[in-house]
Antibody
Framework: QITLKESGPTLVKPTQTLTLTCTFS??????????VGWIRQSPGKALEWLAL???????RYSPSLKSRLTITTDTSKDQVVLTMTNMDPVDTATYYC??????????????????WGQGTMVTVSS | QSVLTQPPSVSGAPGQRVTISCTGS?????????VHWYQQLPGTAPKLLVY???NRPSGVPDRFSGSKSGTSASLAITGLQAEDEADYYC???????????FGGGTKLTVL
């Protein structure tokens, strides 16, 4: 059974760096075909994709946020870490990590997020 | 503004059929990229409902079905039930933006 759970600060100040951890079980990022992603949702708003990390350690980022995002993995701990620099109140959102149902025959970026964590709410305020 | 356009709300009575549209362009839905659909119940994380345009994950009732044609996609829900009341989102990929894109979401109200 695949599960994911996000953790991190609930409150950060403007200009600070946010670090979120996704701890997962039921799969390993060392296994071929495994991909994990981050998505966020501002209050009352739509979903917004942030980043993907592949079993190869390959990474993809949202073009609009690429300069501020870094996604890494700690395979020994089965965790994926997302950092976002220069936080602003508009970054207030629930941040989700999710298992990405990678298919080798699908164009890059074209697969679905099949299992989601419960999300963690982050507020940016001074 | 979302790249994929969904109606803000739809409604239907129990037992009825409703459809939710997702309108894109030649750089996203109009390409060979698939459309996926998610259901988000109040206060919970999104759940994958339909993947690859018209496939259901194990456990999703066959009351939910997806389709794609041209630059649009649709989610149909038949035999509407009270527990279907939720927000629904479509997702695809935009080759011009090089970005995974979501629709703005549709709130389904069961009357």
């Amino acid at each position: 059974q695949i599960t994911l759970k996000e953790s991190g600060p609930t409150l950060v100040k403007p200009t600070q760096t946010l670090t979120l951890t996704c701890t997962f079980s039921g799969f390993s990022l060392s296994t071929t075909g495994v991909v994990v992603g981050w998505i966020r949702q501002s209050p009352g708003k739509a979903l917004e994709w942030l980043a993907l990390i592949y079993w190869t350690d390959g990474k993809r980022y949202s073009p609009s946020l690429k300069s501020r995002l870094t996604i890494t993995t700690d395979t020994s701990k089965d965790q994926v870490v997302l950092t976002m620099t220069n936080m602003d109140p508009v970054d207030t959102a629930t941040y989700y990590c999710a298992h990405y149902d990678y298919g080798p025959g699908t164009p890059p970026g074209g697969d679905a997020f099949d299992i989601w964590g419960q999300g963690t709410m982050v507020t940016v305020s001074s | 503004q979302s790249v994929l356009t969904q109606p803000p709300s739809v409604s239907g009575a129990p037992g009825q059929r409703v459809t939710i549209s997702c309108t894109g362009s030649s750089s996203n839905i109009g390409t060979n990229y698939d459309v996926h659909w998610y259901q988000q119940l109040p206060g919970t994380a999104p759940k994958l409902l339909v993947y690859g345009n018209n496939n259901r994950p194990s456990g999703v009732p066959d009351r939910f079905s997806g389709s794609k044609s041209g630059t649009s996609a649709s989610l149909a829900i038949t035999g509407l039930q009270a527990e279907d009341e939720a927000d629904y989102y479509c997702q695809s990929y935009d080759i011009s933006l090089s970005d995974v894109v979501f629709g703005g979401g549709t709130k389904l109200t069961v009357l």
